[in-house]
């Protein structure tokens, strides 16, 4: 694939990597929660394919035009997957406190290296949410933050989706397709569009992706990340036994999903342990071209490095944790449209993380590049009610320990 040098800038906002089609703009003055300001886009991708520019601009294009012809919507609850995008934010089913606590005894010594360097507890915040229009079937997914002082913007972020150990895209050449890029053939079109169909159909499509229940799913990275300058990893959330069945059945839709994980949280913990796959090789091609592909012959190399808890706790009808709202709200002081969706409000993106776990291959690259367009289009647009000063919301994980209600969840 051609690839050219990459000609962004980075703002410490968040919105981290510019197109490469886009003048330079200048960056903002630092913002006071920042601990280091320096974007490391360029240096972790270096070179950017050479139509990613293209890729953006028909996918940013696609979802202005639906969101156009839908007559605007606007508000701080609306979906931006009901208009011709599949990267976007969806709904939210679950916004949380919790903790993560690494266990890094069974991994080998090569392998303890970032987040899994000591045996510690991590507070995290979690977001559940769904992929798909409102009106169609849903799948889930969830993000989570944890704060991280050697990392860009000084937390990790990790995001997941059920079910799916794998990407429905393997590589650029699928990206193109995906993208509507006019100087990709069929026989490539074909080719990419089988990648998608077997990662979906090695899924139990049926039994899984139809149950709405999303506590009780398993989640996955499905793409790779760094561990440590060598190695690769994927990584998994498994629900303990408990957690699997505490609720049941559920459609996945946005109702059900909502109504599952309020019902649970408010009367159980939601319990996972967190498991790594270890690719020894971060440069092979199954690494870096073949996101849709299970790594085979890597089976063995899943390791259990520690467990994320979700506590009991009351939730909003949004599904929002009322004393993690509490806490966020004191200490950034929303405006009346905002405090109704802080939720909302944050970026989950992959750049945001540590070198040590930096996104591997050729579609995590182009979604840590993406991710930032999306989020800048998506507060010009659908999230413009609530888009005043929204580059100063991370979460304040010094201010939620102050709470006291939200540190015991945090530290649970």
Known sequence: MNRIAYAGTCSVILLCAQAVHAEPKPKPAAVEYMTQSACPFASWFGDQPANTGVWENNLLSDFRKAWEKAGRPAGGQVNDHNYNTLLGKGNTHGFLAGSLTIDNSKLPLQYRVGLFAKSEKHPLVARFSDFGADKLFQIGRLAIKLPWSEAWAGEINW???????????????????????PEVGLRAQAYSASHGAASIGRSKLIGELSDGYLLGKEYYSQVPYALGDVAAMRFRLVPDAGTRTCFGTLKASRKEMLKGVRETIEKHDAVY?????????????????????RWEGFAEHYYAVGKLVLPMQTTDPAGVSVALKEALTVALKPNAAQANALDKLFYFHPISTSKEHRPLGEINEFRAEFYSQHASTRFQTIHAPIAAGHEKFVIPFAALNAHTEVRKLLEK
């Not at 995001?159 to 890029?181: I, Q, Y």
């Not at 498991?275 to 849709?292: M, Y």
């Open 273 to 293: 342990t967190l498991e790594i796959q270890v690719h020894p090789d971060q440069k092979s091609d199954a690494v870096t071209r073949g996101a849709s592909k």
């Open 159 to 181: 995001l997941f989706t059920e079910t799916l150990d794998t990407f429905p895209l393997s590589n650029g050449r699928d990206l193109a397709v995906f993208a509507k890029d």
